[in-house]
């Protein structure tokens, strides 16, 4: 697993989002995916997403979430983020609302357990409060791009 990084450009990153509910959250962020050419079919990515939302809900703890869809319509496997200009619930069970969230879009015949190393590096990352706190630092988009990608 240490040799995965993951770099998560600004053109996929969405500073003070205002969104109310997740389903504004992931319709934003698969527009980037799409506008940055990551998948093809904004629709069909965000079905894939839906799909695996209601298996299990993403929010991790820590006010981050990180949704993902597994898609024959993602052009190659990518993050997009977004950190929220206000705190929304996840989903019901959630006591903790969501400020951040990873879009994790994972190419359908990648590897089978790509998207599983992608998530272990990305939670690893989560975990080290002092990267969460730099990403909550961050007073701008440039700021928060650099905080991202922080090895």
């Known amino acids: ?16 989002l205002v969104a109310t509910e997740p389903s504004d959250v992931i319709e934003s962020l698969s527009k980037c995916l799409l506008e940055s050419h ?4 904004l629709d069909e990515f965000i079905e894939s997403v839906w799909k ?23 052009k ?3 993050i ?10 996840w989903s019901q069970e959630d006591e903790e609302p969501v400020q951040y969230v ?12 790509e998207h599983l190393r992608q998530l272990a590096y990305l939670s690893t990352k989560l975990m080290d409060d002092s990267y969460v706190e ?6 701008n988009l440039d700021e ?8």
Request: charged residues 25%; proline residues 4%.
């Open 76 to 78: 190659s496997s990518s």
């Open 52 to 74: 695996r939302e209601k298996e299990i809900p993403t929010n991790i703890g820590k006010g981050i979430a990180i949704p993902h869809g597994k898609s024959r319509t993602v």
């Open 1 to 16: 697993m240490s040799n995965i990084t993951i770099e998560i450009t600004k053109e996929n990153i969405i500073y003070d």
């Open 38 to 41: 990551n998948i093809s079919n």
């Open 134 to 139: 730099a990403l909550k630092q961050a007073e």
């Open 80 to 89: 997009a983020m977004a950190r929220l200009k206000y705190p929304v619930s």
């Open 102 to 113: 990873f879009l994790l879009a994972i190419k359908d015949g990648d590897e089978k357990d």
């Open 144 to 151: 928060l791009t650099i905080s991202l990608n922080q090895r």
